[in-house]
């Protein structure tokens, strides 16, 4: 009887397990491949590397969900294997805003993407990876293979740049 009661404990658990790897795939998995766009990669490719990310992470869920920031290790893996895209610049395609976007927030995003196309592939890289998924400077340099340093430099530049081609007045600083 014991036995039984163990098993159906770790089939439960087996389920919780499950349904914490859907639920981020659900939530981060659009976010993840439209962070990819941004970054370089067409569709198809960004929905690639998309799933092969989470492929490869449904392997370690079991310690990676007990982590900190599941998702962000989702991010990390994705940005280690679209690394040798981000050498090479491609144009974005933007697309027409779904919906439930306001006209400000599509014209917002269609600005922000029409700003990192225009930077170098390794400042768009950093930008993208810090400011639209929200991954620290320490973050970003691990997952882009580069200096903390390069990342903050960068993110300087990139600041500058969205401030110049946004049209907000530059820091006397």
Partial sequence: ???TVAIEDDRKSETAIAGDFVTVYETHYPRLVRALEIGGLDRPAAEDVAQEAFA?????WRRVRLGTN????????AFR?????????YPLETEQASSHDTAAEAVSN???EAALSRMPARRRACAMACFVVGLTPKEA??????????VRKQLSLARDDLRHLVG???DPS
Avoid: D
């Fill in 70 to 77: 599941p998702p962000g290790y989702v991010y990390r893996t």
């Fill in 168 to 170: 907000e007045p530059q």
């Fill in 1 to 3: 009887m014991g036995q």
């Fill in 81 to 89: 294997l679209s690394r040798s895209h981000w050498k090479h610049e």
């Fill in 141 to 150: 340099a691990r997952s882009l293979g580069i200096a903390e340093g390069t």
């Fill in 110 to 112: 269609l600005a922000l």
């Fill in 56 to 60: 490869r992470t449904l392997g370690h």
